[in-house]
């Protein structure tokens, strides 16, 4: 069966298809370099762009992999949660697609689709584990879930304000680094040798598994203030000693988190790692670390697969799809903020698209 997966939730406009839950080829415009100008997402101009760019990279994927829009069997867009007027540019055109050529469509949550993505290895033998712990760190959201299946999330926490990725960037932003910053503060920190102090773990002391990044965010510009450390600050072992210890404290605390959610659910030991922020060389290994203590797994998708992207979205499309799961033309895009209806029907019940 061929999948095609349609992301555009934010800001990048990726397609792509599997066949039977492999990759067969992959198109992405990403926007980052028109919303750097202006030091975070614009929703508006974010949505111009997908409607600009959706058609001709719809083409260029037919191209790459040598099918016909006929070859299609199965269309999964991404249907939320993201910016509404990008979700909608996706989903028309997703739900064009199933009406003119006559192919079921399935709506999938991007959270899970980011958690799923660790099936997509080529070098695994596609078989998910369950039940699992699921940790999403992305630009937009941090957040842990319960995984019974692939369909079956309960979230255990929630970050209460800023997501670990927009806390890089906006901490790289008051450095002066180009956003998104998460991947340079990274490599900074791997240059350095020792952190240049320690910064608090935020938001430990608690019986939750809920985040809360803006204190540490606060802390770490006050810190960087401080010690007179900026982007182009000439003694760059400084800014690399500054990364390392901000790099430290998110992951400190992710670790701790994922650690308490694993007391608590002890039938689970498997982790799955997601989203952009998993592509953290310091948070992959403390959570490997945490992991390996517990005679548990660790389990995070390629980098290539870690951001935005639509293998995934095609991939967890399928999968439910394989679970007789699937949408009517009906269903709608959900923005960020409200929760997700678990609406699919079943493939035997649907025998019309309508
Ligand atoms: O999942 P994603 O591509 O988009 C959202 O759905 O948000 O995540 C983007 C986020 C950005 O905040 C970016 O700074 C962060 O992922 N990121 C990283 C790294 N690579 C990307 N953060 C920390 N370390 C990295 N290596
Ligand atoms: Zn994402």
Known sequence: MICLGIETSCD????????????????????????????GVVPELASREHQRFIGPLFDELLRRAQICPQDI????VTRGPGLLGSLLIGTAFAK?????????????NHLHAHLLAAGLDPNRDQRLEFPALGLVVSGGHTEIYRMDSPWQFSRLGRTLDDAAGETFDKV???????????????ELAQKALS?????????????????????LKTAAINLAHEFGISATVKEQNKLASFSLAFNEAIACTLREKTKRALNRHP????LYLAGGVAANSIIRAELTDLMRNRKGSMFAPDLSLCGDNAAMIAYAGWLLHKHGMRHNLDFEAIPRGRPIPDDFISCSSADNLR
């Open 267 to 270: 039938d689970i030991s498997t």
């Open 172 to 186: 790289g932003h008051a450095l002066g680094l180009p956003y998104p910053a998460g991947r340079a503060l990274n």
């Open 73 to 76: 069997d199965l269309i999964a």
């Open 12 to 39: 990048e406009t990726a397609l792509a298809l599997t066949r039977q839950g492999r990759l067969l080829a992959a198109v992405l415009a990403s926007q980052i370099d028109l919303h750097a100008i202006f030091g």
């Open 96 to 108: 064009g697609l199933a009406l003119s050529l006559g192919k079921p469509i399935i709506g999938v």
């Open 195 to 215: 952190p240049i102090a320690s910064l608090p773990r935020p938001y430990i002391d608690n019986d939750n598994l809920d985040f809360s990044f803006s204190g």
